[in-house]
């Protein structure tokens, strides 16, 4: 979320719950909204089957703003997501699911310890995808099989990759989920090999542009945001 105007993804995002009323639903804009925006989009999804609202807005303070004003638990990968941060979180609550994201944090154990310090305060906590490789991937899978507070489905993004770094290629779902790695260690095991290919292949392209949007060359990731995409440009940008 956060690319085509509120509007139009309030739309989108109730027409997406309606159609799965079994599961439930999560909305993220990427901390776009301002925080008058993101209470009035909170305010108007409160009747849906929300696991929680995820970044509406930026800081705490705008977090705990939207949280005293939409009856839907705030979540957050972006703005506690050191010990600091969580201690803050604690004292004075803007978020009730911390994101637990193994290179936010700084790995496995770091998790775990934050883990703990949200289960003696009474803080949800879920597991985040940062659209991660097998490695990474790896981290997560043991961080979620450890953790005894953890209630949430994990986030993934790995469903969008064509391919991984590690032997044996992409790591398969099965009924929606993926198997923890039983080997030695991480469990899984570099590919050099397809390592040197996308180097390559990196070195041909240049980087991902992860904050900005080949399709709007003139526009940048600002919070708020008041500039959105149109929905009606069918326009496949190049990436190369």
């Known amino acids: ?52 609202y995820e970044d509406p807005t930026w800081g705490l303070n705008g977090m705990r703003r939207v949280r005293s004003m939409v009856r839907i638990p705030t979540a957050t990968n972006t703005v506690v997501v050191n010990f ?3 201690a803050a979180n604690a004292l004075d609550p803007a978020v009730d699911v911390i994101l637990l994201d193994t290179t936010f944090w700084g ?34 899978l043991h ?52 390592v040197a290919e996308y180097a390559e292949l990196y070195r041909e392209t240049g980087g991902y542009a992860y904050d900005r949007d080949p399709g709007r060359p003139g526009w940048f990731a600002l919070v708020p945001n008041d500039r959105w995409a149109d929905p009606t440009d069918t326009t496949v940008p190049t990436l190369a």
Do not use: W
């Open 143 to 194: 961080l979620g099989a450890v953790l005894p507070n953890l209630v949430f489905s994990a986030d993934a993004h790995y469903h969008h990759l064509t391919d991984d770094i590690i032997e044996g290629g992409r790591m398969p779902y099965e009924g929606g989920r993926i198997q923890v790695p039983d080997g030695p260690g991480l469990g899984v095991t570099l590919d050099r090999a397809k």
């Open 1 to 52: 979320g956060g690319v085509f105007h509120p509007d139009y993804e309030l739309e989108a995002f109730r027409a997406v719950a309606e159609a799965f009323p079994g599961d439930a639903v999560r909305y993220d804009p990427n901390a776009a909204h301002s925080v008058e925006q993101a209470i009035r989009f909170g305010q108007a999804i409160e009747d849906l089957r929300n696991d929680y």
């Open 84 to 86: 600091e941060q969580l």
């Open 107 to 140: 790995g496995i154990r770091q998790c775990i310890k934050a883990a703990t310090v949200c289960e003696t305060f009474q803080t949800g906590i879920a597991v985040h995808s940062s659209g991660e490789l097998g490695i990474q991937l790896a981290t997560m």
